[in-house]
């Protein structure tokens, strides 16, 4: 035993396993000469270090500059300890420890050397639909719990054969210590069949079913995270088909593509945009459409931009090894409801909607749809937080008190709070049925375990109705904590920024339940994690027929018009007035007049909706926020000017935007024949100005300078680029959401750190 020999036990959290760290550890160590071992916990990985003092700094310096490229380390803590006189560096058996709080790899793509096997003809897992190694494959989605070894995910129904063992031991191989482990001889299998579950007799299957997609047919395709339904995206009837199979009647459907090249022929990216597309992560991109069109016009009808992937599990790759430009790839569900993600729920549930299956034997164990993201500012930001990023944690300014937030009723997702990191899960979705209820309380249930969590309190919006919300006051062990709407916006945007203090807050939707009993959208708010005062917002309008006028915008336009105009409202000479029936008409104006069902609101959501109506562009709207996205997507980004505007300074309570002199201005436009391009434009145009001007008003009376921008209507580009813009012109610090979404898929952060700033007595 050397005299300068010296033992460190070194213990490192993070993204630890799973992704080939110990076996990098080992022969690092090795390399070094050091002595020991290292083990997975479920608090991490833990290293036992002997060797000289040089040689343990080395060895951890090169711990964190050379970690593995799915690893990621949070915390290195080191501890001297008595030398044991190790003679050699080992791999022990992993061990449960009190508290867990090792990290969970999100899945990833399929990396290149398991590509480049599948693809040579020599090698033993050539076509193989399963090829993983440490570095790619499937994490979240097959783990039941922590450690992360074989026997808690979906393949401890696998038993590796010897081959695929020997690989497993191996600390040398790139598949040592692989979960997912597996070939040909002894791993999961596909198998099509048709839609009477009749096995389709194919030596291929995949080959099989790139020949039906090719011939128009619908396939539901198992993958990561569920099942996708496919079509030829190139094929007019075949996707025409699908939207009314699956009832989704014009929300537009992504594609993937099986390469960069191939997406080129249809559409435009930048280098930031397609590093993304490239990227482990493989999410939705939206990408703007190449002129003349490629693909089916029914893929994304009446948007300039197109929602593209490229392949992300060896199953894609051989799919469209074939003869696509790209194929439809939607969620497997019927519109409203989870994707599916076992055989048997697939064929009952897509009864009617997919001609064949090409399903496979190994169970997801969570659903975990495809993330969506958009540039915007130059920057990448969520419209959908999901595969390829959960559970990876949003890191906090500080430890919080661990809370459980329930997220909003649209676009759900939950989040539960660590010490100084919000977990907020993969999208769940609309909570308007069952079984997306109990898929929100599956991910509960899942984030406690795989977390180790006990929550000091629930968090959950002040809406009554939301079934979240409802879960939240049905678990009577815990205090419950009821963080309203809009307040959670700002404090997801203030948390994600790691801001301390107090900002303005701009939080513009389509619909967030109020205090004072109205419908909220388009608030301005002075506020911090802890709490919140409404200093201004967007005049209230009537809602005919509440939900109603969320599909139907021309319910919204008409009450702003009443509002406005009075009785002459119905004698302009407006598209509105002659696209709908003039019964429907009366009978809202009656309802508007005797305030029948006709909750206020100060919804910017629902003004950009009227807005959409009043030009002619859309009276019925397929999905949410369908009106306002297509306003957008005609708007001419040129300087048209804007329209006035003006905003009332009572004594007492929130200062009021009016939306008379913005609709005098915008409906006289319209009379004009001025194009509806030209009015979107000066409408974005007025919201930018306005909104920069009041938060300089605001500025001088709250001596603030920084301002959050948040909600869904902060999806829209043009808004959020201008907006940002003027504000930081105009010397304000501005702050934007790109770790969780600006719509309610970022709520649950928000409640999180809301709630816990009112449980702590230092703030987040």
Known sequence: MGRNLVCRRIRINGIVQ????????????????????????SRGVLIIAEADQEKIGAFVERLRSQAPPLARIVSLEIEKQKVDGYTSFRIAASSAEAGRATLISPDVCVCRDCLEEMRNPADRRFRYPFINCTNCGPRYTIIEDVPYDRPKTSMRHFTMCPRCQAEYDDPSDRRFHAQPNACPDCGPQVELL??????????????????????GQIVAIKGLGGFHLAVDAANDQAVSRLRRRKRREEKPFAVMA???????????????????????????????????????????????????????????????????????????????????????????RLAGIADYFLVHDRDIYLRCDDSVVHFCGGTARFLRRSRGYVPEPVFLRRKITPVLACGAELKNTVCLTKKDRAFVSQHIGDLENLAAENHFRKTIDHLRRILDVEPACLACDMHPDYLSTAYALSQDKLPVIRVQHHHAHIAACLAE?????????????????????????????????????????????LLPGSAAAVRQPWRTALAILLQVYGKRALELDLPLLRQVDQGRLAVVAEMTR?????????????????????????????????????????????????????????????????????????????????????????????????????????????????????GGCFQNRILTEGLAAALTKAGFQVLTHSLVPANDGGISLGQAVAAASCLAENDI
């Not at 048709?194 to 011939?215: H, M, N, S, Y």
């Not at 459409?289 to 992937?309: S, W």
């Not at 909706?609 to 306003?631: K, T, W």
């Not at 009015?679 to 300078?705: M, N, Q, S, V």
């Open 497 to 541: 920024n790691k801001a301390d203090g107090k900002v303005i807050g701009l939080a513009f939707d389509g619909t967030g339940y109020g205090p004072d009993g109205t419908v909220w959208g388009g608030e301005v708010l002075v506020a911090d994690c802890k709490e919140f005062s409404r200093v201004a917002h967007l005049e209230n309008f």
């Open 194 to 215: 048709d839609a009477r579950q009749a096995k389709v007799t194919a030596g291929d299957p995949v080959r099989a079913a790139a020949e039906l997609l090719a011939q």
């Open 258 to 348: 099986a390469s960069l090249e191939k997406v080129a022929a249809f559409a435009l990216y930048t280098e930031a945009e397609a590093r993304l597309l490239e990227s482990r992560q493989r999410p939705i991109v939206l990408l703007e459409r190449r002129t003349p069109p490629v693909l089916a016009y029914q893929v994304a009808p009446r948007n300039r931009y197109l929602g593209v992937m490229l392949p992300y599990t060896p199953l894609h790759y051989l799919l469209l090894e074939e003869r696509f430009p790209a194929l439809v790839m939607t969620s497997a569900n019927i519109s409203q409801e989870p994707i599916c993600i076992a055989n048997q729920e697939a064929f009952e």
């Open 594 to 710: 005797k305030r029948v069902n006709t909750p206020l609101t100060s919804s910017m959501g629902r003004l950009f909706d009227a807005v959409a109506s009043l030009v002619g562009l859309r009276q019925e709207a397929a999905f949410e926020g369908q009106a306002a996205m297509e306003l957008e997507m005609i708007t001419d980004k040129e300087n048209f000017g804007c329209y006035p505007f003006q905003w009332s300074r009572p004594q007492q309570g929130p200062w009021q935007v009016r939306i008379e002199p913005i609709i005098t201005a915008l409906v006289a436009d319209i009379q004009e024949k001025v194009p509806a391009f030209v009015i979107g434009a000066r409408f974005h145009a007025t919201l930018i100005e306005l909104f920069t001007r009041l938060c300089l008003e605001l500025r001088e009376k709250h001596h603030l300078d920084r301002v959050a921008l948040s």
């Open 18 to 41: 799973g992704v080939g760290f110990r076996p990098f550890v080992f022969q690092l160590a090795s390399e070094l000469g050091i002595k020991g071992e290292v083990s997975n916990t």
